[in-house]
């Protein structure tokens, strides 16, 4: 029983922050690759979320106030973009805001939720495995 209580624990920390669920299931003495997994679990669970939901927000607000003003071309948001797109957004977002706020940030700037949420998994994961490796590094670097 205790080990579920830690893991539901580590599991909805990912739900909000990526970041503060990995070192929550080292502190809770949780196997790397259980950690790992659970934490990214949490994290597509709740961006998964924001996705959906955001997208039908985005559509509501849009069919009652209309599709509204242009970007601004010279925004730097807008910049980085139309530079980097899904891809950079959905890799970069759980290391930088995290990935539900990376997630909500691409509903908003009109991304595919299908392709947000593609390259949001690959990106959590990818952070949830270096994340893991580093903090299971660390420890058994300097001890716990």
């Known amino acids: ?7 539901a624990t580590v599991f909805g920390i ?17 196997h790397p690759l259980l950690n ?3 934490s990214a679990l949490g994290t597509m669970l709740g961006t998964l979320l ?38 950079g957004l959905g890799l970069l977002a759980p290391l930088i805001t995290g990935a539900p706020l990376g997630a ?6 009109g991304a595919s939720p299908r392709r947000l949420m593609f390259w949001c998994i690959i990106g959590i994961v990818l952070w949830a495995l270096i994340l893991t490796l580093i903090g299971t590094l660390g420890v058994a670097v300097f001890g716990s």
């Open 14 to 30: 990912g739900i909000i922050e990526l970041w503060a669920a990995i070192p929550a299931g080292m502190a809770f003495g949780l």
């Open 36 to 38: 790992g997994v659970v």
């Open 50 to 87: 924001v996705v959906l939901l955001g997208d039908r927000l985005r559509t509501w607000l849009i069919e009652r106030r209309g599709p509204g003003k242009e970007r601004e071309k010279n925004s730097r948001i807008y910049r980085i973009w139309e530079r980097y797109g899904v891809v």
């Open 104 to 109: 909500a940030i691409g509903i908003t700037l």
């Open 1 to 7: 029983m205790e080990l579920f209580i830690k893991t």
